[in-house]
């Protein structure tokens, strides 16, 4: 059970930080967040795709980690074995979260019944006189690039809403068993409506770098073969023997 926190000199004096720390956190995750800043690196490594949050009205940007629900084909025997570790993974066990004390103001966040936080670990908050040690100067840093880049991941997704650049897509996988699955509700890139922006759009987006996180999306839908092999890999009886990529609009056409 977590016990997040926002960090307090006054209360944290004493807690320190495990130098080797493990991503257990994320053992039966199948999904992750991704900003649009890292989809140049995390795209030869995983499916890059959107989801819309619970409200329905808004996108959070995700790489597929696994084929199911709890599945996380990267994190094997405790070790992490893909080639590209998200930033928003690597920052537990702190976070970012709203000061309980300031209004309007983030302030960093920590889950102190993560396994690698006590006061027995090598890495201190703080130094003797009260002073933040460099270890944590590090991770406010580290979180505040991870603030920054998610601000700009929600202009990014917001451009594609408001230039009609998404479609709905479906993920049919079939196995050896028999057994067929759906997965719904990821978004990616409409080619067709991409090709057919107006000059002045597409010059637009080329300045401003946009088309840099929309081909590495685009390129990374080849990532979802390389899940199948993973799965196939791995000791289960429940092979992937085809998966095939649907629009959800043709589907309910049809």
């Known amino acids: 059970m977590a016990n997040v926190v926002p960090v307090r000199k006054d209360l944290h004096q004493n807690i320190k930080v495990a130098n080797k720390r493990g991503l257990e956190h994320i053992a039966n995750q199948h999904i992750a967040p991704i900003s649009a800043t890292e989809y140049a690196k995390a795209a030869n490594s995983f499916p890059i795709f959107l989801v819309k949050q ?6 959070r940007s995700i790489v597929m980690l696994g084929l199911e629900s709890g599945e996380n084909l990267f994190y094997k025997n405790e070790i992490w074995e893909g080639t590209y570790l998200p930033q928003g993974i690597a920052m537990m066990p702190f976070g970012l979260g709203v000061d309980p004390d300031k209004e309007k ?38 979180l ?24 709905e897509l479906e993920l049919h996988v079939n196995f050896s068993t028999g057994e067929n699955k759906k997965l719904v509700g990821l978004f990616g890139i409409d080619e067709k409506k991409l090709q057919e922006l107006s000059d ?21 839908i080849g990532q979802i073969n390389r899940l199948a092999q993973l799965r196939n890999l791995a000791d289960n009886d429940q092979k992937v023997t085809g998966i095939q990529i649907q629009f959800a609009k043709e589907t309910a056409e049809a």
């Open 144 to 167: 505040g690039r991870l603030f920054e880049n998610e601000n700009m991941t929600e202009k990014f997704m917001e451009e594609l809403v408001a230039n009609d650049l998404l479609q």
């Open 54 to 59: 619970p409200e329905g009205t808004r996108y």
């Open 200 to 220: 002045d759009k597409v010059l637009d987006f080329h300045k401003r770098g946009l088309f840099i996180p929309i081909h590495s999306m685009l390129g990374s």
């Open 105 to 142: 103001t983030l302030t960093t966040y920590i889950d102190l019944d993560n396994q690698y936080v006590g006061e027995d670990k090598e890495n201190a908050l703080f130094d003797a006189e009260g002073n933040d040690t460099e270890f944590y100067k590090n991770v406010q840093n580290s």
